[in-house]
């Protein structure tokens, strides 16, 4: 029964958004409460032990009476619809070929259907409680949160998208949902303010800063965020309406943005199918724009549920940068994980808004202190990690060395521990011969152990390049193949780039033109891609490019002096180009394109203007010394170094603190400050083992 389900030829659809219901045929038939709940935790969750979800839903029962539950459950489920819906033995999961709607909203929504994802409404189990199954209602909760987050992140989108392509009435429908959605969100409230101003309606603008003002105070006894209160007084004083950013000129086809098939990787994915199998950590290393991202996400998706891990340009001296990151993606998809005391006490010496009533822990003293730090951040992400098939962590060239170290530690303790079988593999992308020698030692050290696998990612060759251009059902881009991988040199990011000039300058008819020569490859495409946005765009764009991971909207409205309006307009304008996705580039060599044309002139002006707003924002000391020096500062960048130094010796990593504070002596000295800089090199030279 369960082949003739995998094959087609019974299809069921499970409906759990709303009243709980299981389609066949026409027919809908209502679900018992607690046979909704195993399907709903086995949709949403994956494959489980049957024995364990039988203990969450008859939790006041004897583990006698929940296993004989349990199996008349999966009986009277069998009898009703005369197909074995619910598989395994002692791991049960859902049958191939059941449609879910909860899933398929999630799908919608990672895939970027929007518009599609909000069309299904309900809330999950919406008529079932579980008061009973404490353990299940808790889950059953943050489920129904997770799910609400995923449709405010698709009205947010599809209403920026609606406001790109010039339908402001869309836009603002869609605002209006968001805000239904998550009335108390002030981001959503301003995006309405904007929408209602720029459209011309200023009175509908201000109306909805009172809206927004009134609910504050009389349901949370508050007031507007400033941003909010600041955006309010600028409609009131009514300066000319900013344009709305205009879709371009040449739609680009969706197989451009995104090729829909990942052809010419049979090698590189037949080598990750034999590490999978064996249970090794993958390394997928290229130059960039290879196609490295695609791959592993590819693959990561084939296998199951995953996360992604980006390490970003300017972490790699900000210790721990990029596992925080994680565990806050960790904590976004699982918000209450309930850790033990002693390990959220360890959790706040990295997020201090984790810290319990008794606060912040003491400085560690010594390495069993160090121990301890390091073993809770284990078993918290052990614990964190359920229902995960895989992480793609993407651009280790980027990743800090505090974080390389716990990764390596992870790793290592995977094939020893209880957790092996939970724990998600790990698929990991980097740029061939750009690994710092601390990361690059790490990845030797798990291929040495066998417990990782490295494969290099090539260029695609001629005829993979004439598949790719096939599939995207572009009129005469196939016959171009021999120009494509000419200039492109097979590099697939170059090739869409070539593709994306093609058809914004007229389109594919007249051929390859002349003018293009293979010296500049893909950057000169990205370079006139740039040039092709309006003069403020461009200015937010570099700032983003210089401020790497301390960028935030408001940051950059202080900086270059623009107002939350001008600037909301300006970052939809770059998304529009697809130059920025959110606050991060699109691809890292965008980053750097941009990053290599800003005005040697300008450089420093705008380093030591974020120096300074960001020392105001109490930033990670080495970021603020980092811009300092760049904004050729060295004497104010120095007592920065040596705070970052003093923090990492506390936490015992004492090469870190020791080249700190060797930067720090580098900058004094610079700055003519010889004896101070005497004194700190000397601190350096007294950290054990430094």
């Known amino acids: ?53 039988a203990g969450l839903l008859w939790a006041e029962s004897s583990e006698v009476t929940a296993r004989n539950n349990m199996r008349q459950l999966l009986r009277r489920l069998r009898l009703a619809t005369g197909a074995e819906l619910v598989q395994g033995g002692d791991v049960l999961s859902l049958a191939d070929g059941i449609t879910i709607d909860a899933a398929e909203l999630q799908a919608h929504v990672l895939a970027g259907r929007h518009a599609r994802a909000l069309e299904l409404d309900g809330v999950l189990l919406a008529a079932l409680e579980f008061d009973d199954c404490p353990e299940f209602q808790t889950w059953l909760e943050n489920a129904r949160e997770r799910l609400d987050k995923l449709r405010r992140r698709a009205a947010s989108a599809e209403s920026e998208a609606r406001e790109r392509a010039g339908d402001l009435t869309g836009a603002l429908g869609l605002a209006e949902k968001l805000l239904e959605l998550d009335p108390y969100s002030e981001e959503a409230w301003r995006r309405l303010m904007r929408l209602h101003y720029v459209a011309g309606d200023r009175m509908a603008a201000l109306n909805a800063f009172e809206r927004c003002r009134r609910l504050l105070r009389e349901e949370l006894a508050t007031q507007p965020l400033p941003q909010t209160v600041a955006l309010a007084r600028e409609i009131e004083r009514g300066p000319p309406t900013p344009a709305v950013p205009r879709a371009p000129a040449t739609k680009l086809p969706l197989s451009v943005l995104r090729p829909p098939v990942l052809v010419g990787r049979e090698r590189e994915w037949a080598k990750m199918e034999e590490a999978w199998a064996a249970g090794m950590t993958i390394f997928l290393s290229g130059e960039p724009g290879v196609g490295k991202t695609r791959l592993a996400h590819d693959f990561a998706a084939s296998r199951g549920q995953y996360l992604v891990l980006e390490s970003r340009p300017g972490e790699a001296h900000v210790a721990y940068a990029t596992h925080v990151r994680l565990l806050r993606q960790f904590l976004a998809r699982r918000p209450d994980p309930k850790p033990e005391p002693w390990i959220r006490r360890e959790m706040a010496r990295l997020m201090p808004d984790m810290a319990g009533p008794e606060g912040l822990p003491p400085p560690m003293m010594d390495e069993h202190d160090r121990s301890r730090f390091l073993e809770a951040h284990c078993q918290l992400v052990y614990q964190l990690c359920a229902g995960l098939d895989a992480i793609v962590a993407d651009d280790l060239q980027n990743m800090d060395a505090a974080t390389a170290e716990f990764a390596l530690l992870m790793l290592s303790r995977r094939h020893d521990g209880p957790a092996e079988s939970s724990f998600p593999r790990f698929i990991d992308t980097y740029r061939t011969g750009e690994l710092s020698p601390f990361g690059a030692s790490c990845v030797q050290q798990l291929v040495d152990a066998g417990l990782a696998v490295i494969i290099e990612v090539e260029p695609l060759e001629t005829h993979a390049v004439g598949s790719l251009l096939g599939s995207l059902e572009l009129a005469g881009a196939e016959e171009l193949t021999s120009h494509v991988v000419r200039y492109t040199g097979g590099n697939p990011l170059f090739i869409m780039e070539a593709l994306r000039h093609l058809l914004e300058n007229g389109g594919l008819e007249r051929g390859w033109p002349e003018h293009v020569h293979p010296s500049g490859r893909g950057r000169d495409l990205i370079q006139q891609r740039l040039e092709r946005l309006t003069p403020p ?21 202080e900086v270059l002096e623009m107002s939350p309006m001008a600037l909301a307009t ?99 000295e610079e700055a003519g400050s010889f004896e101070e800089a005497a004194r700190v090199r000397a601190r350096a030279r007294h950290i054990p083992s430094a």
């Open 1 to 53: 029964m369960a082949e003739a389900l995998a094959a087609g030829s019974q299809v069921f659809h499970l409906e759990l958004l709303g009243e709980a219901r299981l389609r066949h045929d026409g027919v809908a038939l209502p679900l018992e409460r607690r046979t909704a709940a195993v399907l709903a935790w086995l949709a949403l969750e994956g494959p489980h032990p049957k024995y364990r979800l």
């Open 537 to 557: 765009a461009l200015q937010v764009a570099r700032l983003v490019a210089l401020a790497r991971t301390a960028f935030a909207p408001e940051l950059a409205g």
């Open 570 to 668: 300006h970052m939809a304008e770059l998304e529009a180009a697809h130059v920025l996705r959110g606050e991060h580039f699109t691809h890292e060599l965008l980053f750097e394109v941009v990053r290599e044309t800003i005005p040697p002139s300008l450089v420093p002006l705008l380093h030591r203007r974020l120096a300074s707003a960001l020392e105001q924002r109490k930033a990670a000391p080495v970021v603020v010394a980092q811009h300092w020096m760049e904004g050729k500062e060295p004497e104010r960048a120095a007592p920065f170094f040596v705070a970052a130094a003093n923090a990492e010796a506390s936490a015992f990593r004492h090469m870190e603190a020791a080249l700190l504070y060797f930067r720090a002596a580098s900058a004094l």
